[in-house]
């Protein structure tokens, strides 16, 4: 009864992660949650109020499919002076959640038989839009460090589309400006769009954030996608963006109209106030996550764990071949330790070894997890 094209889909594994810890909790459990990806601070009280107020001033109609005309132009501005781009508000696509924009526009690009190299490990999302758009996943291994290898390797005659993601998910690289450099060279020299998610861009400790889409020649091969979940702590709001060259928004324009229509009117409205200058919250956050960093990483190594310490987002991707691999160890974590990681198997063929751990959460809990693990995991290796 069901469409042949959603059978290629699998459901989201964090969602499904975060069902059987809720299923635990209901049973009485002392879960740590650390699969989800979503900072665990509250929204600024300055971005709730500008919702209350544009609430209570009637902002509660309709607004243009592709966002009000105050929000374009505040994120043109934002995109040009954070990020270096050039682009019009013309060019900008407000979005319910940077996940409804990734989709959109992999569906604007992407046809029938289409390629599009994914690095290997990835955010889910990606993979399972480029099927539902017909296409096809090339997944490129990254290195030791999490760094895109060389992509010309996976370029084809088929090849429309490279995703990256920097910081990354799962994994919170950061891709140095050398990697970006090459997969522009690639991206012009064989026409090729690149989609840069740069949700986690505010979310990075000490190394800086490159744009692709601010590189020479890169102008119209570029989609950015970006949104207010991370930076702002707006997960539950739903508020994104994709900017792009005007004919692949104007594509993702007419899915967008007449799939969501747009994003909640009084959400936008709160969207200018975020981007505005921000009060220190972001700066506030993202040293409370770097502490937390260092105190997972430094609890991981003293067990003995290989351990990378990543540069942005706030995950932490670990190898856990040595114990039995991703799956069954975020198992026995979530059965017998009450810890919810998400098995990396969930983003790409080759991460199987791997459990991504999201530091989202207190430090207490954080020496917390470290305990269970110590005592379940590496006491009997
Ligand atoms: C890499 C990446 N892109 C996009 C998103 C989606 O964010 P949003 O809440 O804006 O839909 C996420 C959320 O987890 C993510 O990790």
């Given amino acids: 009864m069901t469409s042949s094209r959603l059978n290629l889909i699998q459901e989201s594994a964090t969602l499904a992660i975060a069902k059987l810890a809720a299923d635990l909790k209901q049973e009485g459990r002392d879960v740590i949650t650390l699969s989800l990806g979503e900072p665990d601070f509250d929204t600024p009280d300055y971005i709730c109020e500008s919702a209350i107020d544009a609430i209570r001033r009637g902002e509660t109609h309709y607004t243009p499919s592709a966002g009000i005309a105050?929000?374009?132009?505040?994120?043109?501005?934002?995109?040009?002076?954070?990020?270096?781009?050039?682009?019009?508000?013309?060019?900008?696509?407000?979005?319910?959640?940077a996940k409804q924009a990734v989709f959109v526009a992999v569906q604007a690009v992407l046809g029938e038989g289409d390629e599009a190299i994914l690095l290997d490990p990835s955010w889910v999302t990606y993979d399972a839009c480029i099927r539902y758009a017909g296409g096809r996943t090339v997944w490129a291994q990254t290195d030791h460090d999490f760094m895109p290898?060389?992509?010309?390797?996976?370029?084809?005659?088929?090849?429309?589309?490279?995703?990256?993601?920097?910081?990354?998910?799962?994994?919170?690289?950061?891709?140095?400006?050398?990697?970006?450099?090459?997969?522009?060279?690639?991206?012009?020299?064989?026409?090729?769009?690149?989609?840069?998610?740069?949700?986690?861009?505010k979310i990075i400790y000490g190394k800086k954030h490159f744009s692709i889409g601010s590189f020479e020649g890169m102008h119209d091969h570029v989609i950015t996608i970006n949104g207010f979940s991370k930076a702002y702590a707006m997960t539950g709001w739903r508020l994104g963006y994709m900017a792009a060259p005007a004919e692949i928004t104007r594509a993702a324009l007419?899915?967008?109209?007449?799939?969501?229509?747009?994003?909640?009117?009084?959400?936008?409205?709160?969207?200018?106030?975020?981007?505005?200058?921000?009060?220190?919250?972001?700066?506030?956050?993202?040293?409370?996550?770097?502490?937390?960093?260092?105190?997972?990483?430094?609890?991981?190594?003293?067990?003995?764990?290989?351990?990378?310490k990543p540069d942005g987002a706030f995950y932490l991707f670990l190898d856990v071949g040595d114990y039995g691999g991703g799956d069954y160890?975020?198992?026995?974590?979530?059965?017998?330790?009450?810890i919810a990681v998400?098995?990396?198997?969930?983003?790409?063929?080759?991460?199987?070894?791997f459990i991504r751990i999201s530091y989202a959460a207190s430090r207490e809990r954080i020496y917390d997890a470290l305990e269970r693990i110590e005592t379940t995991i590496s006491a009997t290796g």
């Fill in 70 to 97: 105050q929000l374009r132009e505040a994120i043109a501005k934002k995109l040009h002076t954070d990020n270096g781009l050039d682009v019009t508000p013309d060019q900008v696509l407000v979005t319910p959640g």
């Fill in 149 to 201: 290898p060389d992509i010309k390797d996976y370029v084809t005659a088929k090849t429309k589309l490279i995703i990256i993601n920097s910081p990354g998910n799962p994994t919170g690289a950061v891709f140095d400006k050398k990697y970006l450099e090459d997969i522009a060279e690639i991206a012009i020299d064989n026409e090729i769009v690149v989609l840069a998610d740069e949700i986690y861009e």
């Fill in 329 to 338: 160890v975020s198992k026995r974590l979530l059965n017998d330790a009450y």
């Fill in 254 to 308: 007419k899915l967008h109209s007449h799939s969501v229509s747009h994003a909640t009117s009084f959400v936008q409205h709160a969207g200018i106030t975020a981007l505005s200058p921000d009060h220190g919250s972001i700066d506030a956050m993202v040293n409370e996550f770097k502490a937390r960093r260092d105190i997972l990483v430094g609890g991981l190594q003293s067990m003995g764990f290989d351990c990378r």
């Fill in 342 to 353: 998400t098995p990396g198997s969930a983003f790409g063929p080759e991460s199987s070894d």
